[in-house]
């Protein structure tokens, strides 16, 4: 195979469409059962934070009311959908556990079951869903109450009557604590203040404003000086919640201590379940082989293209080039970007010069 996408999501299909405008072949190799990616795994109530209109990835728009927040369902079965219409061999079922060098300057691909795949490129478009980050805190170990990742959460059914308390201040945190305060007592847990910024400015949502001003286009570095701490897309609903003591933001708590929480000010109160909306780090440990990961098991790269190994590249990095990098609205750009020198490496750019 000439080139092999890692991940059958939002970012792999937008790699394996832009190696097909550059005349590749990319076979894409998913894990699950469906080119859809996590979209289905996420919690019952989770909507795009972006409406239809700004939430379409090229050549395909998202239907309905462009208005409207696409639901966690509508977005899987979006990604079905742009599935069908690419010219790509989709293989499901297929988990990657190894990737290596073949000798050759290529790569040998390993899947969990089967022979290694050799193929001249590859993209790593796996995502994070599958490498939840859970902070460490003394006391973790022997805490007897519940606790979990945001990536187990469904729905407040399952902590109905039960003292709640959330760890984040990012939009996930704040959408599960604000559904779960109509059923159970939730505090949400910070390191500091939450910052809500508004989902309609002017009259338009933010997202209009994002792409017509061209702001998910600045880059990381950029953006790491104008925009410090995290941003929670608020509706006029949240906000308005913790201000009501519907819920309440306390700060992070310290320690774990039996079926009790320690907080910052020393007191101690029982807690029925821990759930840590505390993000996700990239899933990219079948490649430790090539030695194109840090000590933290980043990824080493410029934009996506890797800076160890010659014909490796990725897609869906939070922040890889822009802002919206790993958005639906975005990854395309990303795609683009490291699709030409997979693609010149794969086809034998550097044969031509006896390399």
Request: charged residues 20%.
């Amino acid at each position: 195979m000439d080139t092999i996408v890692i991940g059958g999501g939002q970012s792999g299909l937008a790699a394996a469409r832009a190696l097909r405008l550059r005349g590749r072949t990319p076979v894409i190799l998913e894990a699950g059962p469906e080119p859809a990616g996590s979209w289905p795994h996420y919690y019952d109530s989770l909507t795009l934070f972006s409406p239809a209109r700004y939430s379409a990835m090229p050549g395909h728009e998202f239907p309905g009311d462009p208005d409207h927040y696409p639901t966690r369902d509508e977005a899987a079965a979006y990604l079905r959908r742009y599935a069908d219409s690419l010219d790509v061999e989709i293989r499901t079922g297929v988990r990657v556990t190894a990737v290596r060098p073949d000798g050759a300057g290529g790569f040998l691909v390993h899947p969990a079951t089967g022979d290694p795949i050799r193929t001249r490129g590859v993209v790593a478009a796996s995502g994070s869903f599958g490498n939840p980050y859970v902070p460490i805190l003394p006391g973790q170990d022997g805490f007897t109450g519940r606790a979990l990742h945001a990536a187990a959460y469904r729905n407040p059914g399952q902590h109905a009557g039960q003292r709640v308390v959330v760890v984040g201040a990012g939009n996930s945190a704040v959408q599960i604590g604000y559904e779960l305060a109509r059923t159970a007592t939730v505090t949400l847990a910070t390191r500091a203040p939450i910052r809500f910024f508004p989902q309609i400015i002017a009259g338009r949502d933010a997202h209009h404003w994002h792409t017509t001003t061209g702001f998910d286009t600045l880059p990381p570095p950029w953006l790491a000086r104008i925009a410090t701490g995290t941003l929670v897309m608020d509706t006029g609903d949240y906000a308005a919640s913790l201000e009501a003591g519907r819920w309440d933001r306390r700060p992070m708590f310290t320690a774990f201590d039996g079926d009790r929480v320690v907080w910052a000010d020393g007191s101690r109160e029982p807690v029925d379940t821990v759930i840590y909306a505390t993000g996700y780090l990239p899933h990219l440990d079948y490649l430790r082989p090539l030695g194109a990961l840090d000590e933290r098991g980043l990824p080493l790269h410029d934009g996506g293209i890797s800076t160890t190994t010659p014909g490796l590249a990725y897609v869906g990095l939070e922040f890889q080039r822009s802002f919206a990098s790993n958005t639906l609205r975005g990854v395309h750009r990303d795609a683009g970007h490291v699709a030409a020198p997979v693609a010149a490496y794969a086809g034998g750019a550097l044969t031509a010069y006896g390399l």
